[in-house]
């Protein structure tokens, strides 16, 4: 069984530029969640997304947003890139219908912003 | 605000030592979860615990979850170098929908023969 996927691996942007990046879940899976990661702040939940509706969202600013689509994968992006915006983009997938399942992470995005 | 707090935040162990990472949270849930990640690689999950007084183990990993007293602890048995790596604690936050963890900060553990 194929694992979460998230494309592109790495990315450099400049300040001011905007990004998109995707995720594909496991097949079967229609909860996406996603999380920032940076050594000062660590792991941080941005948004989850679920048949399509985003469910939770993190205390994020509107810069950052995401979408998922009817086969269960999911984008986020980032409009206005600050150079705090450089971090570990994870992705996780679940089924998502019960309060009790392990959420499966994806390899992450790295986004550097200069 | 929910918090959750490891420690400690760096262990230096040596091969064939046990030694207990912490994890305590400052409100009420009931599910607590344990994640390795190593160098450069993704979150790989360990464990799930569910209730009060849940304990699971796998190898020379053992976690324990007391929701009463707020804690989680994944103790090591006798450590080999292979489980150098950042161990994060999460927990859900009680919303009743699941995809919105709160990480610890995590625990870098080096395994030195």
């Known amino acids: 069984k194929a694992g979460v996927t998230q494309t592109p691996r790495y990315l450099i942007k400049t300040r001011g530029q905007q990004v998109t990046l995707s995720c594909s879940p496991i097949s079967g899976h229609r909860s996406v969640s996603w999380y920032q990661q940076t050594p000062g702040q660590g792991l941080q939940f941005l948004f989850e997304?679920?048949?399509?509706?985003?469910?939770n969202k993190g205390n994020f600013p509107g810069r950052f947003s995401g979408r998922q689509f009817s086969n269960s994968r999911s984008e986020m992006n980032v409009s206005t890139l600050e150079l705090g915006d450089s971090a570990l983009y994870l992705c996780?997938?679940?089924?998502?219908?019960?309060?009790?399942?392990?959420?499966?992470f994806g390899p992450g995005t790295r986004l550097l912003v200069l | 605000e929910l918090k959750v707090e490891q420690n400690p935040l760096f262990l230096s162990m040596q091969e064939g030592k046990n030694y207990t990472i912490y994890c305590n949270y400052s409100t009420t849930s009931d599910r607590l979860y344990w994640y390795r990640q190593d160098p450069g690689k993704s979150l790989e999950s360990l464990f799930v615990l569910l209730s009060n007084g849940a304990v699971k183990q796998e190898g020379r990993l053992m976690a324990s979850l007391d929701t009463k007293a707020r804690l989680s602890t994944l103790h090591i048995t006798a450590a080999v170098h292979d489980l150098s790596a950042t161990y994060f604690c999460?927990?859900?936050?009680?919303?009743?929908?699941?995809?919105?963890?709160?990480f610890g900060k995590g625990t870098k553990l080096s395994v030195k023969p």
């Open positions: 999460a927990v859900d936050i009680p919303r009743g929908s699941q995809g919105n963890l709160i």
């Open positions: 996780a997938s679940s089924f998502g219908e019960t309060v009790v399942e392990t959420q499966y």
């Open positions: 997304y679920f048949s399509e509706t985003q469910r």
